[in-house]
């Protein structure tokens, strides 16, 4: 009985690889005589040591941890392959095409945007924290969510700097005491820029920060109110929730995987706050605005008090808001973490950009005028260093789209490489932008090299997308870079000099849901004098 079931298991089996291998070739079949209307040709194909590429995933599971998965993994695969666009058959007959080449990520994103949705593998991972939103939303929900947010991202809206001046003045009470000689000689950044990015986003977003930096400077057995430990609880939650959203996407578990008791109570903290804030908005008596009435004080924008004239759906609001917190936390400490860390890796960079605030802003003690969205965006030489760091770090490594249609890629087939290529309706196609980002025939061959005068003369092109491009293009983008400079004028400002303790090792890179500095940002300042 046993060898009549365990033979039919492997008949079965049998069976539905021959099927599944004569679908997929009858599938390319269709989709070459299809493409020759278009003059599309043949994909370089990576080679399968294994059967289905089962060689990537052992890969993955068991060498990852000890490699740069972007080098080691990503970069190396383009580099042997000798081309920037190639399409690889995967595992259960899946197939992706990889691409690194600017016109097809035009293509992608922009001239084709109507052929390729996001998929299903990013609400898939996002959902249980952030529900139904601009990140993660396609087609009319999409354009409705967009609709929704874009108005609250205009100049004047991202142009004020007190809130994160005032978070700012925090992060540095919470930098170690200087020595004797004026230097401070060990501190990690990363996590209080974490913190500088919670509470300045969440200032913006609901009017009232959940002043984590603060709540970390107290001490433990001082005692917390009942108000900071839920801002405790909260930030602690978002980061929680965030490292299983990560693996998620990693492994791209389906939807109906269950998810761990941890991540649904972290989920819950986070929701409650959030709620908590939509509450508020929605009552027109709200407190905060009867203080401003009563003090005199300018009514400062709160993004969720605008979004409440668009609709009044209190799960709406809060989904929302929460897309919003989660881009605005991490990828303006990402950003800001890597400046810092390269700059303090480049002792002649940081040098010559400090003269150049110096002479345009003045000292800390001394200055010549306050920092604008105008004047910050006018210092083409602090632009330079945070676009330099986006080439070379950018916030998004690896994405990707679905085509949901047969579509086509305008180059990357053939022997030469600059035919076009037929795309199948279903078929994932991947952009690289870390790939593309170094490429030494768009950058030179110091292309792996941090040279912010690189970009004198230079425009933004589909060559550099660090914030995406196209319709679903970044709409954080100025928040996130006059913030971003905001903070580093200052901190050029605060301190004449800065070293990182490790001046010539390997970066380490850690991808979560942006692609951060992987062991911190340990660096040695010395603060200027008066």
């Known amino acids: 009985m046993v060898f009549f079931y365990l033979k039919a298991v492997i008949l079965f089996l049998v069976s539905w690889l021959v099927y599944a291998n004569v679908k997929t070739w009858w599938s390319f079949r269709r989709l070459r005589k299809w493409g020759k209307q278009y003059g599309c040709a043949e994909a370089p194909v990576v080679p399968n040591e294994w059967p289905w590429g089962l060689e990537r995933l052992y890969f993955l599971l068991t060498k990852l941890k000890d490699l740069d998965f972007l080098d080691d993994f990503v970069l190396k695969r383009n580099i042997d392959m000798g081309c920037n666009t190639y399409r690889m058959h995967g595992i259960f007959f899946n197939t992706v095409v990889f691409t690194a080449d600017p016109e097809n990520i035009q293509a992608v994103l922009a001239t084709k945007f109507h052929d390729y949705e996001l998929g299903p593998a990013r609400n898939d991972a996002f959902h249980s924290l952030l529900g139904n939103g601009i990140f993660t939303a396609e087609r009319e929900a999409w354009a409705h969510y967009r609709h929704q947010l874009k108005p609250q991202f205009t100049r004047d809206q991202v142009s004020d700097l007190e809130a994160a001046g005032r978070h700012l003045n925090i992060l540095f009470k919470a930098l170690p005491q200087t020595n004797s000689d004026g230097w401070v000689e060990s501190a990690d950044w990363m996590p209080l820029l974490y913190r500088f990015t919670l509470d300045a986003s969440t200032e913006f977003l609901f009017g009232q920060s959940v002043d984590s930096q603060t709540t970390a400077l107290h001490a433990e057995d001082s005692g917390y109110s009942k108000e900071q430990q839920d801002n405790i609880a909260f930030s602690e939650a978002m980061n929680t929730a965030q490292e299983y959203i990560v693996s998620r996407l990693r492994f791209r578990r389906p939807s109906w995987w269950p998810l761990p008791k941890e991540h649904k109570e972290a989920c819950d903290t986070v929701k409650s706050m959030a709620d908590r804030f939509v509450k508020m908005a929605l009552d027109p008596d709200q407190k905060r605005h009867l203080q401003q009435a009563e003090t005199g ?43 810092i860390l390269l700059l303090a890796r480049h002792p002649e960079i940081y040098s010559s950009l400090r003269q150049t605030v110096l002479s345009t802003f003045g000292t800390e003690t001394h200055p010549l005028t306050e920092p604008s969205f105008a004047s910050l965006k006018a210092c083409k030489e602090l632009t330079h260093v945070l676009y330099e760091v986006l080439r070379l770090y950018p916030l998004v490594p690896v994405n990707g789209r679905l085509a949901i ?126």
């Open 297 to 339: 004080e300018r009514k400062k924008f709160v993004l969720l008090d605008a979004l409440v004239a668009e609709t009044r759906d209190p799960i709406e609001l809060r989904d929302q808001a929460l897309h919003v917190l989660l881009a605005g936390r991490d990828t303006t400490s990402a950003l800001l973490g890597w400046t």
């Open 405 to 530: 249609r047969n579509t086509v890629l305008p180059t990357g087939g053939g022997k030469d490489g600059k035919q076009p290529i037929a795309i199948m309706k279903g078929e994932q196609v991947g952009y690289h932008s870390y790939v593309m980002h170094r490429r030494k025939d768009i950058w030179g061959e110091d292309a792996d090299i941090f040279r912010p005068e690189r970009w004198e003369g230079r425009k933004l092109g589909w060559e550099m997308i660090a914030f995406s491009g196209g319709p679903r293009i970044c709409l954080g983008q100025q928040y996130a870079l006059n913030e971003a400079s905001f903070v580093i004028v200052r901190v050029l400002q605060r301190f004449d000099k800065i070293e990182a303790l490790d001046m010539s090792g390997p970066l380490k890179k850690g991808i979560t849901i942006t692609l951060q500095p992987g062991d911190g940002v340990k660096v040695k300042m010395h603060r200027a004098s008066s």
